[in-house]
């Protein structure tokens, strides 16, 4: 079974500085996608950056990037400039090719921004 | 597009009593998952529709658990005997099944058993 871990459950962050939130996952498929999604107080989950597993460069999305490391089965979001409207929730999400969108969630770490 | 919609936004139960939740995925999206997510806790597969279809059901969705889809498009989960191990935020997606298939979500059902 595959398994997704976050081992901050808090992160905090100066205005317009950077965070990196750390990542890792255990699989023994080849081919798989990772995913950041991004859960406000308002609760909905909202998809922040998206990798595959075949792809070698890292994916960005503006202030968003990842370093994805497959060797390692390390996936790490870095957020430049850091907003007030980044804090949040944030979960690293797994799913295997072809399976849909049966997503296997890590525990989460919440983020802070501190004006 | 109004997103996904989910009724009600808050249920306080009482243990043993069921209780029965709404989705309504964006229109065009053929696929409508549930997902359970407990305080602190990533959410937590639960099942999948394709169209009317019940493709995927996880050893999480216990025998109490039923959920449909009848015409392929809103959906409702059903809670029988609700015990306060069930007390969590069910979360509704849907996505339109595709290579580049994107999940999205609804704001929750937060269940609370007394």
């Known amino acids: 079974a595959q398994t997704v871990t976050q081992s901050q459950p808090e992160m905090s962050v100066q205005e317009a500085e950077t965070v990196t939130l750390s990542c890792t996952y255990d699989t023994s498929e080849s081919d798989y996608y990772l995913f950041w999604y991004k859960q406000p107080p308002s609760r909905q989950m909202i998809l922040v950056i998206r990798?595959?597993?075949?792809?070698?460069q890292n994916a960005t999305e503006n202030r968003f990037s990842v370093n994805f490391q497959k060797a390692a089965k390390s996936f790490s979001l870095k957020i430049s400039d850091s907003q007030l409207g980044d804090a949040a929730m944030y979960f690293c999400a797994y799913r295997r090719f072809g399976a849909g969108n049966m997503l296997t969630f890590g525990g989460g770490t919440r983020l802070m921004v501190k004006p | 597009d109004t997103g996904v919609s989910q009724d009600p936004r808050h249920k306080i139960t009482k243990r043993g009593q069921n209780v029965t939740f709404r989705c309504d995925p964006i229109s065009e999206h053929n696929r409508l998952y549930w997902y359970r997510q407990t305080l602190g806790q990533g959410p937590e597969f639960l099942t999948y529709?394709?169209?009317?279809?019940?493709?995927?059901k996880s050893r999480l969705l216990s025998d109490r658990f039923s959920a449909e889809r009848p015409k392929g498009s809103f959906s409702t989960l059903e809670i029988q005997r609700t015990e306060q191990g069930d007390s969590a935020m069910y979360l509704c997606?849907?996505?339109?099944?595709?290579?580049?298939?994107?999940?999205?979500f609804g704001s929750g059902t937060q269940l609370s058993v007394l």
């Open positions: 997606a849907s996505s339109l099944a595709s290579t580049n298939e994107k999940l999205f």
């Open positions: 990798q595959e597993a075949y792809k070698q």
């Open positions: 529709f394709q169209n009317e279809a019940q493709l995927e």
